[in-house]
């Protein structure tokens, strides 16, 4: 069955410090890939996407992510995390033509000042 | 930019109450969600919708149903709240399946039931 896992329920970084986050999916065959950050009381926005083309993403708020087939991970990474950027991750594939995603759990992000 | 607006970002509502949420979008997406989200349990898909009165169950339909008479407006409800259906809900829209599009959301209403 095809599934999406963030291993990390919860991460804590210094502010200025580099972050990575980690995606690993299940599925068959290419997928389409999505990040997503949920702001304290807030509805999700899209970071980035991965549909085809080049493996290396570049998405909004200086994040980044990478797709590697031969792991099945899309990890996300940003160089040098601010305050404002803790919140809820959450990863989520889409399979061809179906109109669903699946969702990872999610990935609480704390900046430590 | 698209915009997807719900209704209420807070609600309280008594057990056995009749409840509406309500969700419009304005760029004429085909597609519209409902799912709540809980502590620990991500995002659950409730219902979903490809076209006007064209709807399909998601993970957990039970004690919901929704209503979809026009395009931009996509309606949860639930016919009698439970107190285990205290929970953010969240709306979300999207173009047609077939490429890469994202699904957009809305700001979320907060239900408590009491």
């Known amino acids: 069955a095809q599934s999406v896992t963030q291993p990390d329920i919860h991460i804590t970084v210094s502010e200025g410090a580099s972050l990575e986050l980690r995606c690993n999916y299940s599925?068959?065959?290419?997928?389409?890939l999505f990040w997503y950050v949920q702001s304290p009381g807030q509805g999700l926005q899209l970071l980035l996407k991965?549909?085809?083309?080049d493996t290396l993403v570049q998405g909004i708020k200086g994040f980044e992510a990478e797709f590697k087939r031969s792991q099945s991970s899309f990890n996300l990474r940003k160089p040098s995390v601010h305050w404002s950027d803790a919140a809820e991750y959450f990863c989520?594939?889409?399979?061809?033509?179906?109109?669903?995603?699946?969702w990872g759990l999610g990935t609480s992000l704390a900046v430590n000042p | 930019d698209v915009k997807v607006t719900q209704s209420s970002r807070y609600l309280v509502k008594r057990t056995g109450e009749k409840v509406f949420l309500e969700c419009v979008q304005d760029?004429?997406?085909?597609?519209m969600f409902w799912y709540r989200q809980d502590p620990g349990l991500g995002l659950r898909l409730i219902y979903f919708?490809?076209?006007?009165?064209?709807?399909e169950k998601g993970d957990i339909p039970e004690g919901y149903s929704v209503s979809r008479e026009k395009k931009e407006r996509f309606s949860l409800i639930l016919e009698s709240a439970s107190t285990n259906q205290t929970s953010m809900y969240l709306c979300?829209?999207?173009?047609?399946?077939?490429?890469?599009?994202?699904?957009?959301f809305g700001p979320g209403t907060r239900l408590t039931v009491t």
């Open positions: 989520a594939l889409k399979r061809g033509n179906n109109r669903k995603l699946i």
């Open positions: 991965y549909f085809s083309g």
């Open positions: 979300a829209s999207s173009f047609s399946s077939g490429r890469a599009h994202e699904q957009y």
């Open positions: 760029m004429d997406h085909e597609n």
């Open positions: 919708s490809y076209d006007v009165k064209m709807k």
């Open positions: 599925y068959g065959a290419t997928p389409y």
